[in-house]
């Protein structure tokens, strides 16, 4: 009996055979040429880009920070320690890339919004008293820098040395940030003076 059914499921199939209607595979193929792309961009061609993108932007910063620097207000550069070719001594960012890049990255932050402040004789004096900061954690980064090369390195100093990259970012941004609402105040009042 099971025998019996087979050959006449068989037997069905073959009597019952549907053909596709004319032109259906052609039909088919061109649909699906439409729907999927013909050319994949390869995953280099993106970095390629990517790469190229960056590269753009950091020129145009720098190219448009050297246009709009004035001249008449001096350049303040952070140390990050100076390396000393007697001494022999390094800094945390010698111990591994991934520590170089973060110091890099704050270090570069930095002297950015260094660059960024905008000096003048009615705001000289908040300057002055708020950079008196970043100059002790300046000599205390050195501080740390020389313990790292005398203690050798371990977690406490360069979590500690990274905090200090931390706290002079936020402080240039906190006096950026200082600066911005003496500005708006001012033109603020000038406005209603001159209403």
Same mark, same amino acid.
Do not use: C
């Given at each position: 009996?099971?025998?019996?059914?087979?050959?006449?499921?068989?037997?069905?199939?073959?009597?019952?055979?549907?053909?596709?209607?004319?032109?259906? %595979?052609?039909?088919?193929?061109?649909?699906? %040429?439409?729907?999927?792309? @013909? +050319?994949?961009? #390869?995953?280099?061609?993106?970095?390629?880009?990517?790469?190229?993108?960056?590269?753009?932007?950091?020129?145009?910063?720098?190219?448009?920070?050297?246009? $709009?620097?004035?001249?008449?207000?001096?350049?303040?550069?952070?140390?990050?320690?100076?390396? $000393? +070719?007697?001494?022999?001594?390094?800094?945390?960012?010698?111990?591994?890339?991934?520590?170089? @890049?973060?110091?890099?990255?704050?270090?570069?932050?930095?002297?950015?919004?260094?660059?960024?402040?905008?000096?003048?004789? #009615?705001?000289? +004096?908040?300057?002055?008293?708020?950079?008196?900061?970043?100059?002790?954690? $300046?000599?205390?980064?050195?501080?740390?820098? @020389? %313990?790292?090369?005398?203690?050798?390195?371990?977690?406490?100093?360069?979590?500690?040395?990274? %905090?200090?990259?931390?706290?002079?970012?936020?402080?240039?941004?906190?006096?950026?940030?200082?600066?911005?609402?003496? @500005? #708006?105040?001012?033109?603020?009042?000038?406005?209603?003076?001159?209403?």
């Amino acid at each position: 009996m099971a025998r019996d059914l087979k050959k006449l499921f068989d037997k069905e199939r073959e009597e019952l055979k549907f053909k596709m209607k004319y032109g259906h %595979e052609d039909r088919f193929m061109s649909k699906l %040429e439409e729907a999927l792309p @013909k +050319e994949r961009t #390869s995953f280099w061609n993106t970095w390629r880009i990517a790469a190229s993108i960056v590269i753009l932007i950091g020129v145009g910063l720098v190219t448009f920070l050297q246009l $709009n620097n004035d001249g008449d207000i001096p350049e303040t550069i952070v140390d990050k320690g100076a390396i $000393n +070719e007697e001494d022999k001594s390094f800094s945390f960012g010698d111990l591994s890339p991934d520590l170089k @890049k973060v110091e890099n990255f704050y270090v570069a932050n930095i002297n950015m919004e260094l660059s960024q402040l905008e000096v003048s004789e #009615s705001n000289k +004096e908040l300057v002055d008293s708020f950079m008196e900061r970043p100059a002790e954690l $300046n000599s205390e980064y050195e501080s740390l820098n @020389k %313990e790292l090369n005398e203690l050798g390195p371990n977690d406490r100093t360069i979590g500690a040395l990274i %905090e200090n990259l931390q706290l002079r970012l936020q402080l240039l941004q906190k006096l950026k940030k200082k600066l911005n609402q003496l @500005k #708006s105040s001012k033109n603020e009042q000038i406005t209603e003076n001159s209403i």
